[in-house]
Structures are given as C-alpha cells and as structure tokens.
C-alpha cells in the first residue's frame, strides 16, 4: 500500500537551475497539493489541484507551477531556483466528498529535502 | 496576520499531566477542521478530525467553538511518547483550501 510517493527525497540544486519534485497517489484521490515546511513557519501551501486539468493557487505560489494531466500525478516544477525555495516539501492527497461537504484528511508523502546553493 | 494561529511553545509538561492547545481561525467560511502530528523531520499525520459538538479519542478530546473561531486540543495523562508538534488545519470547503497552523510543540519529561 504505496499512498503518497514523493521522490527525490534529498536534492541539492545551484541557483538558477530547474527541477521537477514528483508526487504520485495510488489511492485515486481527487485533491492533491504541494506544501513548503521552514522553520517556524508551518506548512504553507504551495499550489493544490482538485481534479486532472484543474489547479489553483495556495499562499505562496510564486515560483512555482504545477500541472494535473493525471489523477494520480501531481508534479511541482522550479523553473529557476532560489536560495530562498531552500524548504523541505510535502505532497498530500485525499478524497473530496460532495459538495459543501468538505474534504477528508490528507495523507502526506514523506517529503523532499531541498537544499538550493 | 495567518488564517490560522497557534502558540508555538514549547509546552513543557511532566508525564501524567493534562495539556491543552489553542487554535484560532480567521476564515469564518472554514468547514473542516483537523489536528494533525509531526515528528521531528517527519511528515505530518492525522491524530483527529474535529466535531462542532466536540469529539474524543482515548486521552484526546478535540473542541471546536464556531462562534468564537477557535478549536482546541486536550490532551490527558501525558506520555513521553505524545512529544511531538500538534498542527491545526482549517478548510474553506468552498476553495478548497487547506490552511495549517505554524504548529505547537509539547515536550513530555519524565
């Protein structure tokens, strides 16, 4: 029983280089989101998706961009990367119920390490 | 100021002791709300949804006050073993957001 697979789970990168953290869920879950974890600061989300083909914005998206072409896959990219993206990253995921009935809550994957020189 | 905010302790308490965390929510929107545990360099897991008429689990009770924005934790009998961070989330159903707090930390000694 995999749930939710992040990988790499450790990645040094330089300034200015790009990357492409990976999520997958094998629980057929419709909502899938990426956080950031700093000192202090809690999870902040990033970008979170509530189906394939629909993405949406969290608190501090900038930076960042995600893509929803499967259910399963979630993908977070870093298009050029900042000392300040330095962060450890968590993917979660869970089933959505109906309307007005809110989400069930998330399982989390065991995160990435990001170290940006 | 944050959609959710807890006391960040540390809450250093002697096993056996009965501790409670406060969370408040500034999104009066917010549908859904959980506790959720972190272990130091450890991904986050659900210790409890919370209830609007309060909800318990063995020496955990979870309230939420909707009028008041606030939800809170209680723990009873402390054991070494409840040292953690304990996070709050809040969900605005209708965005489908998923705010967490910055965390609380509680230290059981024996």
């Known amino acids: 029983n995999a749930g939710v697979t992040q990988t790499p789970k450790f990645q040094v990168l330089k300034t200015g280089q790009s990357m492409t953290l990976q999520c997958a869920q094998d629980?057929?879950?419709?909502?899938m989101s990426w956080y950031r974890q700093d000192p202090g600061m809690g999870l902040r989300l990033i970008h979170y998706?509530?189906?394939?083909?629909?993405?949406d914005q969290g608190e501090v998206p900038n930076g960042y961009n995600v893509s929803r072409s499967t259910t399963e896959d979630f993908p977070l990219r870093l298009l050029s990367a900042a000392p300040s993206q330095t962060s450890v990253y968590f993917c979660?995921?869970?089933?959505?119920?109906?309307?007005?009935?809110?989400?069930?809550?998330?399982?989390f994957g065991d995160g990435t390490r990001l170290s940006i020189l | 100021r944050k959609e959710v905010e807890q006391d960040p302790g540390p809450f250093n308490v002697p096993e056996g002791a009965t501790v409670a965390f406060n969370c408040t929510y500034s999104?009066?929107?917010?549908?859904?709300f959980f506790w959720y545990r972190q272990d130091c360099r450890k991904e986050p897991k659900l210790l409890m949804s919370v209830y609007s008429s309060g909800n318990e689990d063995g020496r955990f009770t979870a309230q939420l006050n909707r009028a008041s924005q606030y939800i809170s934790l209680l723990i009873r009998d402390s054991k070494l073993s409840d040292s953690a961070t304990y996070l709050c989330?809040?969900?605005?159903?209708?965005?489908?957001?998923?705010?967490f707090g910055a965390g609380t930390r509680l230290f059981v000694k024996a």
């Open positions: 999104n009066s929107a917010s549908q859904s």
């Open positions: 629980m057929n879950h419709e909502y």
């Open positions: 998706s509530v189906g394939a083909g629909i993405t």
């Open positions: 979660a995921s869970s089933a959505v119920l109906g309307q007005g009935s809110g989400n069930q809550p998330q399982h």
């Open positions: 989330v809040a969900l605005n159903t209708g965005g489908f957001k998923t705010i």
